[in-house]
């Protein structure tokens, strides 16, 4: 079978699950009270609050922009009580947040504007994304992304069983998160040092993605060609290592609304209620 047809079939429930996870604890926190609409039921309380939200947005939208840079892009109140713990929250966060953006430009234009422009000329223009100048940008963005979660995760694992300071509590729902995102990256690495060890992947098209060059993974590839150098002279089966990946992936993708690393998608929401309420008491 094909890998686009594997692919979708294994990613279309767990996106559904993965959407049905997100609303289940959406639905949780709509069941809180809101102000002037108390007997609301959660449909209405959602289309109350996107209202306020909106309407606040535009009521001074220059000092969301700030809370969004200062509060929520580079966590100033973090950075004023640990610049480790900064350091390594800002590399996951970022390099989630990043790498998501990048994979979703790069997989929407090679993967369906390439195939689009066979039939619809205009679209010609996509090809700049596969060949061109453009794609060894997105290539080396998405292994630096990944290289900053890699590291975060790295740094946060350290402080929680190394460092260990006193008033840190580890649940099980930490180390679950932690060892999900080491054993991704990690896997993803090692699967591209194999592809670049190991041309004939490439040519056979075992995997969905159109590579670069060879002569430019030294560079934009710079964490898989290191690994590449210990596993030539390896022998795997592609397809194995291909499914000893996505399949974890798309896992740790349903479990994402379960876990705390659902404040990816929250903190942003949290973190400028809670200015809000500051700068309400400021003016009384």
């Given at each position: 079978?094909?890998?686009?047809?594997?692919?979708?079939?294994?990613?279309?429930?767990?996106?559904?699950?993965?959407?049905?996870?997100?609303?289940?604890?959406?639905?949780?926190?709509?069941?809180?009270?809101?102000?002037?609409?108390?007997?609301?039921?959660?449909?209405?309380?959602?289309?109350?609050?996107?209202r306020?939200?909106?309407?606040?947005?535009?009521?001074?939208?220059?000092?969301?922009?700030?809370?969004?840079?200062?509060?929520?892009?580079?966590?100033?109140?973090?950075?004023?009580?640990?610049?480790?713990?900064?350091?390594?929250?800002t590399?996951?966060?970022?390099?989630?947040?990043?790498?998501?953006?990048?994979?979703?430009?790069?997989?929407?234009?090679?993967?369906?504007?390439?195939?689009?422009?066979?039939?619809f000329?205009?679209?010609?223009?996509?090809?700049?994304?596969?060949?061109?100048?453009?794609?060894?940008?997105?290539d080396?963005?998405?292994?630096?992304?990944s290289?900053?979660i890699?590291?975060?995760?790295?740094?946060?694992?350290v402080?929680?069983?190394?460092?260990?300071p006193?008033?840190?509590?580890?649940?099980?729902?930490?180390i679950?998160?932690?060892?999900?995102?080491?054993?991704?990256?990690i896997?993803?690495?090692?699967?591209?040092?194999?592809?670049?060890?190991?041309?004939?992947?490439?040519?056979?098209?075992?995997?969905?993605?159109?590579?670069?060059?060879p002569?430019?993974?030294?560079?934009?590839?710079?964490?898989?060609?290191?690994?590449?150098?210990?596993?030539?002279?390896?022998?795997?089966?592609?397809?194995?290592?291909?499914?000893?990946?996505?399949?974890?992936?798309?896992i740790?993708?349903?479990?994402?609304?379960?876990?705390?690393?659902?404040h990816?998608?929250t903190?942003?929401a949290?973190?400028?209620?809670?200015?809000?309420?500051?700068?309400?008491?400021?003016?009384?």
């Amino acid at each position: 079978m094909e890998k686009h047809t594997i692919f979708y079939a294994m990613f279309i429930p767990s996106l559904i699950l993965f959407l049905w996870g997100m609303g289940f604890r959406l639905g949780l926190y709509l069941q809180g009270e809101v102000k002037g609409a108390e007997h609301a039921t959660p449909l209405q309380k959602f289309r109350i609050l996107l209202r306020k939200g909106w309407m606040e947005f535009w009521r001074r939208p220059l000092w969301y922009f700030q809370i969004i840079l200062t509060d929520v892009i580079f966590h100033r109140k973090l950075y004023a009580r640990s610049f480790y713990r900064w350091l390594a929250h800002t590399f996951l966060v970022f390099g989630f947040v990043a790498t998501f953006i990048v994979d979703m430009i790069k997989g929407f234009t090679t993967g369906y504007l390439v195939e689009w422009s066979h039939s619809f000329p205009f679209l010609s223009f996509a090809h700049i994304f596969e060949t061109g100048a453009i794609r060894p940008f997105l290539d080396f963005s998405l292994e630096f992304f990944s290289f900053l979660i890699l590291i975060g995760c790295l740094m946060a694992i350290v402080r929680r069983f190394i460092l260990r300071p006193p008033q840190l509590r580890t649940e099980e729902e930490d180390i679950t998160s932690l060892l999900f995102i080491l054993f991704l990256e990690i896997s993803g690495f090692f699967i591209e040092g194999y592809r670049i060890a190991h041309p004939e992947v490439v040519t056979n098209r075992v995997y969905m993605a159109n590579f670069t060059p060879p002569s430019a993974n030294n560079w934009i590839s710079f964490g898989g060609y290191s690994l590449s150098f210990l596993l030539r002279g390896i022998t795997i089966n592609p397809d194995f290592l291909w499914y000893f990946h996505v399949i974890p992936s798309l896992i740790f993708f349903i479990y994402i609304p379960h876990s705390k690393l659902l404040h990816i998608f929250t903190s942003s929401a949290t973190v400028i209620g809670d200015r809000m309420k500051e700068s309400n008491r400021e003016t009384l």
